[in-house]
């Protein structure tokens, strides 16, 4: 729990913490993600003002 909670977070919402733990628990499968397309299909979504690569 010390990894995941920092002075930070602790100001958070709880939903927040609970999906960092997630990523932190499940950090083998977040691994493999590919985040270059994650950000590329966020950008599809909708135009922006700023790029995000």
Do not use: G, Q, W
């Amino acid at each position: 729990m010390k990894l995941v909670k920092t002075p930070l977070r602790n100001k958070m919402d709880d939903d927040f913490l609970t999906d960092c733990m997630v990523i932190y628990i499940e950090r083998e499968i977040a691994d493999i993600i590919d985040l270059d397309l994650i950000i590329d299909e966020f950008d599809d979504v909708k135009p922006r003002k700023t790029k995000l690569k």
